[in-house]
DNA sequence: ACTGGAATTGGAATAATTCTTGATCTCATT
DNA sequence: AATGAGATCAAGAATTATTCCAATTCCAGT
C-alpha cells in the first residue's frame, strides 16, 4: 500500500483539470498510466495496473474515465478488427501498425505535408472529420 | 420486386465453387445478397435478407458463411470503430468513408501508383500485410 | 443407396462494454 | 465547519455481437 504522500506526488504530474474534465485520482491515474506506458493499452490492461495504486478501482469506473478522457480529445482510442479498444495519449494525427508477431503497436506518423488525398479517390464533396489508418503485418531484420 | 426469373438468373451468376470454397445454397444466396446490396451490411442485416428465400437459415450459419467467405479471400470484413462488422464483396484495395449524416459507407480507392509510403512514416523493415483505412465525415454539396 | 466429412442449426456460452442504482466525493456558498 | 447540488465512483446486472457446441442434415465420391 502507498502512502498518502507519494499518492499525491505522483499526482501532481498531472493537472487538476485537462480541456475542461476535472481530473479526479482515478483520471489522473489512468492518464499517467497511457502517458508512461504508451503501449496502447485496453481498458482491462489499464485496469490491472492501476489497482496497485487504487485499490477500490472498478473497472467501470476504468471504462468512465476513458471514454471521458476520450470525450474531451485527451486520450484517443484506437480500434483493431473486433479486439478490445486500446488507448492511446499521442494527439497528433497518426496511424498505426500492428506488428502480426510480436504484438507490438507502433504508431505510424504521416509524412510532414502529405495528404490522405494525394492517395485516396475521395468522393465528390467528402469532408473527413476522422481517419482511423491501421496497418498490420511484421517488421522484417532484412536490410 | 424481382421476379422469379431474375433471382433465378442472379443466383446463377455464382459459381459451384470459388476459391476452393464449396458454395453451399447458404453461401450462394449470402454472398448474392452482398454483390447485389453492396451497402456493406452487418451479419444481422444479411440474416434478415436472406431468411426471405432460407427460411431456416440460422444466425450462426450467417456468420459461419461470412466467414469462409472472408477467409478465402472472396469477401472482405470491415470494422468501424466498435460497431458490428461489416461485409463488402469488393476485393480491390480499397478504404471507407463512413458518411456520418446518412450513414452511407462509401468505397474509396487508392489513385492509380498511389502508395502508402508515399503519405506514412513507416517504422523501420514495416512489411505491411493488411490495410485498413476508414475515414468518417460528411458529404458537402457546396461547391 | 451408403458413408465420411463438411455444413447447418439452435441454443448456450463468452467477452467486451454499457447501464443502473446507490453511495461518496467535491466544491461553492453559507 | 455545515450544507446541498451535481459530478463521480463502485458493484453488479444487462446488453450486444460473436463464438462455441452438440445434434442433425447435406453432399460428393464410392
Redo the contacts with the bound molecule.
Keep these: 500500500m502507498l502512502s498518502k504522500i507519494t499518492e499525491v506526488q505522483s499526482a501532481l504530474e498531472v493537472p487538476e483539470e485537462i480541456a475542461g474534465?476535472?481530473m479526479?485520482?482515478?483520471?489522473q491515474e489512468i492518464y499517467r498510466i497511457l502517458i508512461e506506458e504508451r503501449n496502447h493499452p485496453?481498458?482491462?490492461e489499464v485496469f490491472m495496473k492501476a489497482k496497485d495504486r487504487?485499490p477500490?478501482?472498478?473497472?467501470?469506473?476504468v471504462?468512465?474515465?476513458l471514454?471521458a478522457l476520450v470525450q474531451h480529445g485527451i486520450i484517443r482510442q484506437v480500434n483493431f478488427e473486433?479486439e478490445?479498444?486500446r488507448y492511446c495519449p499521442n494527439l497528433r494525427e497518426h496511424g498505426h501498425f500492428h506488428d502480426a508477431e510480436t504484438g507490438v503497436i507502433h504508431d505510424v506518423d504521416f509524412k510532414p505535408g502529405a495528404n490522405l488525398t494525394d492517395v485516396l479517390n475521395l468522393p465528390q464533396g467528402a469532408v473527413i472529420e476522422d481517419v482511423e489508418i491501421t496497418l498490420r503485418g511484421k517488421i522484417s531484420n532484412l536490410q
Design positions: 474534465l476535472r479526479t485520482r482515478q483520471r485496453t481498458a482491462n487504487l477500490n478501482l472498478s473497472l467501470a469506473t471504462y468512465n474515465c471514454d473486433r478490445s479498444s
